[in-house]
């Protein structure tokens, strides 16, 4: 998420959203502070406006899309942590007629397939699943063995697939926002 969020700054986006997953799952947590961190990096001030969550369908996303553009100076990109959630995104930008990429960029993670076929495919960071299950393997025979918890605990960078859903902006945020009022009026 810090990757992400450092990645739109040196597009030119000020106005960063972020979406989260599941407020339950850990990686939520650990998603968020990704997403704080880029922030600080990048220079950019918190809004807690910019901040959604419990997003992990495509409805969901979509749902917390329009809320994020109802805001009187909406964000320009927007980060989510689970890729199922950012096509929402998708499907919010068809129905108001923003370009994604261009009007409204986005940047997500997991790397699932479906994200392939959205419309520029979906920019996303994406994991090893084989080589992670395999690690959580050798991790649980080690568990089994004795081995402590936390010795058990490891991360591994996932590699971001930029492909295409990632531009510089082409409004600011109170130029979009005033074409987002025009769409709907």
Not at 96 to 123: E, F
Not at 151 to 177: H, K, N, Y
Request: some cysteine; overall charge neutral; charged content about 25%.
């Amino acid at each position: 998420m810090r990757d992400a969020v450092v990645h739109l700054a040196r597009l030119g986006h000020r106005r960063i959203a972020f979406v989260n997953g599941g407020a339950r799952y850990n990686y939520s947590r650990l998603r968020l502070a990704g997403y704080r961190a880029g922030l600080a990096v990048a220079g950019l001030e918190e809004d807690p406006a910019l901040i959604r969550g419990d997003a992990l369908r495509t409805e969901d996303g979509a749902r917390e899309t329009r809320a994020l553009l109802a805001l009187d100076a909406p964000p320009t990109a927007v980060v989510f942590a689970v890729d199922h959630a950012a096509l929402g995104l998708y499907r919010v930008c068809a129905d108001l007629g923003l370009a994604v990429g261009r009007d409204l960029s986005v940047i997500s993670y997991d790397g699932v397939p479906d994200g392939a076929y959205a419309d520029p495919p979906l920019s996303s960071f994406k994991v090893d699943t084989r080589a992670a299950g395999q690690r959580l393997a050798e991790m649980l025979i080690a568990r089994i063995r004795g081995a402590a918890p936390e010795e058990l605990r490891e991360t591994a960078p996932a590699i971001f697939d930029d492909r295409g859903s990632a531009g510089p902006p082409r409004l600011e945020p109170e130029a979009l926002a005033r074409r987002l009022r025009q769409e709907t009026t």
